[in-house]
């Protein structure tokens, strides 16, 4: 699996509530208006100028906070591929993957908004095309790799009718 695109970059302990505001907590039945206010209280704008294929980059413990699975599901919905974090919140994490989307522990210290990015998943391999740098990360496990290439955890089991571990 290889991810390509431009970088967002965040700071460290982004919160559920920073991707999803509580105010909108209603809203997580309708899933098309909900990800109109990602990241709303840090850039209104977010969900216009994001561009499929996108990817977040953030410091440390992002996600932190409730277990909205409704956090990295819209983050997904607006179009971001990827999640390069320093560190994640352990229930974030999971539910990105369970949702399909990546989400990769590696340092992010040289890599500015902006950048093109370019993830080889499966490889561990995190090339910053705008620098010409190359970074290593621990690559997933394989049962959370075949999750994400199935595009999440429920169509996973709904192709191989439950996990195979």
Not at 141 to 156: K, N, P, Q, T, V
Request: glycine share 10%; net charge neutral.
């Amino acid at each position: 699996m290889i991810l390509k695109g431009r970088a967002w970059k965040f700071g460290d302990n982004i919160s559920t509530d920073h991707i999803i505001p509580g105010r909108f907590y209603h809203l997580r039945s309708n899933l098309d208006e909900l990800k109109q206010h990602v990241f709303e209280d840090i850039d209104p704008d977010f969900h216009k100028k994001v561009k499929k294929g996108d990817i977040i980059v953030a410091g440390k413990n992002f996600g932190l906070g409730s277990s909205r699975e409704h956090a990295p599901l819209v983050i997904k919905m607006v179009g971001i591929d990827a999640i390069v974090a320093n560190s994640f919140a352990r229930i974030f994490y999971r539910n990105a993957i369970n949702v399909g989307l990546a989400a990769v522990i590696c340092d992010i210290e040289d890599i500015d908004e902006g950048d093109m990015l370019e993830i080889r998943v499966d490889e561990g391999v995190l090339f910053d095309r705008t620098k010409e740098k190359e970074k290593r990360f621990s690559p997933l496990i394989s049962i959370m790799r075949d999750i994400l290439h199935e595009g999440g955890l429920d169509r996973y089991i709904r192709k191989h009718g439950g996990l195979k571990i």
